[in-house]
């Protein structure tokens, strides 16, 4: 399984970035996905989860700002962050909900104040 994380970068407070993960080894249209995030010095958290019926849940910290969303035919999940703030800063990863697969690299976000 492999999973790769792309799409961050620098960006200023209260711009947006979209971020995209690319699924490889793995059934992905049965499969719920989810955002994660690790900013330096803290542990890493959940940030999104889409079923594979398409439900979505969201932390608190990211509700009405990111959106995840999913695209079967390209084995693709995506987050769209909006509104971004400071203490978004983090490095980005995909896996499952369950965290059943091992973590790609990420892509890093940095949002300047």
């Known amino acids: 399984v492999q999973l790769q994380a792309s799409g961050g970068g620098l960006v200023q407070a209260g711009g947006s970035l979209r971020l995209s993960c690319a699924a490889s080894g793995i059934v992905f249209s049965t499969n719920a996905m989810a955002w994660y995030r690790q900013a330096p010095g803290k542990q890493r958290e959940l940030v999104a989860v889409m079923s594979s019926g398409g439900s979505t849940t969201y932390a608190g910290s990211v509700k009405g700002r990111f959106t995840i969303s999913r695209d079967n035919a390209r084995n693709t999940v995506y987050l769209q962050m909006n509104s971004l703030k400071p203490e978004d800063t983090a490095v980005y990863y995909c896996?499952?909900?369950?965290?059943?697969?091992?973590w790609g690299q990420g892509t890093q976000v940095t949002v300047s104040s």
């Open positions: 896996n499952h909900p369950m965290q059943r697969y091992d």
